[in-house]
């Protein structure tokens, strides 16, 4: 289900329960939303943000971003209730919180489809949990169902005792066995939040690895760390000038018959030439969605 290039760069976690916030997140340049339906939202008002969440989808305005319900772990009074509603909501996709298993994936995806969701309604899995990033590979291939992977890492760092530190050294292990399992198995995977808001300069530099490392995206818990992210994680304008220049002269070499082809003096191969049109997508995904938003 991840095979469709969509912009992940900026994911913004919005409050389920809140309207004014559901109704601001229209005109907000983050290129997909997470409705939440757990952390923030009080055990009290669950019920409502059900309804809330699903007047504001049906409502629209939301454009080509990617809406993403997080619901409710089945282990919770609310689980089976949020899938059973959510199922025929209208999002792309609903966001499991602590998966520690395929089997729980599963057991999601049974009920979404006993509720008639539709076939394209992806699964996603937070990944925040020692047991989780143990069964990664397991949980990756769960289900055709499954779309991405997001890394909750404020609870993983709960659970390791670890600190978050400027370099994340205490979440490499785990960053590197959930990049490795959704790429095994063609999922997205999204970078956990930076939670000081007021260390910009930070935030950025954590964006910039979760790229360098491989990330789609970054989750954000604040409008004011879009457009940073936005930046870090989309393709530079060098990058894509260079991109569409292999691109066109490995063609052309192509038609010529010849099998190496150097470009400013570098060898370039067909790996290059397929990440090349990988990143070319992107940005015209990018693109896309940035012309509709202005």
């Known amino acids: 289900m991840a095979a469709t290039i969509r912009p992940r760069r900026s994911v913004l976690y919005m409050p389920g329960s809140n309207a004014r916030a559901l109704d601001k997140a229209r005109g907000l340049p983050a290129d997909g939303l997470v409705f939440d339906l757990e952390d923030a939202v009080a055990p009290d008002a669950k019920a409502e943000a059900r309804g809330l969440i699903r007047a504001a989808i049906a409502q629209g305005g939301y454009g080509k971003r ?69 069964d990664a590979k397991d949980i990756a291939r769960a289900t055709p169902r499954l779309g991405g992977f997001v890394m909750g890492t404020s609870d993983l760092a709960k659970d390791l005792g670890a600190l978050h530190t400027p370099d994340r050294l205490p979440f490499v292990t785990s960053l590197g066995l959930c990049l490795l399992a959704a790429r095994a198995y063609g999922l997205a995977i999204l970078d956990g ?102």
């Not at 818990?221 to 989309?234: E, G, M």
């Not at 569409?244 to 010849?258: L, M």
């Open 66 to 134: 990617e809406l993403i319900v997080r619901v409710n772990g089945l282990g919770t009074p609310w689980g089976y209730p949020d899938l059973a509603e959510m199922a025929t909501a209208g999002a792309h996709a609903i966001l499991l919180p602590k998966v520690e298993s395929a089997d729980t994936v599963r057991q999601a995806e049974a009920i979404l489809a006993a509720s008639g969701a539709p076939a394209d309604l992806a699964i996603w899995c937070m990944m925040e949990t020692p047991l989780a990033m143990l």
């Open 193 to 294: 939040v930076y939670l000081d808001l007021t260390d910009e300069e930070g935030f950025a530099a954590a964006c910039r690895q979760g790229r360098e490392m491989g990330f789609d995206g970054k989750t954000l818990i604040h409008p004011k760390t879009i457009a940073a992210a936005n930046q870090v994680f989309a393709p530079s304008a060098d990058e894509i000038a260079w991109s569409r220049k292999i691109i066109a002269a490995h063609a052309e070499a192509e038609r010529q018959g010849k099998g190496v082809l150097l470009v400013d003096g570098k060898l370039i191969e067909n790996l290059h030439v397929v990440s090349a049109q990988r990143l070319v997508a992107q940005a015209d995904a990018i693109a896309a969605l940035e012309a509709e938003a202005g």
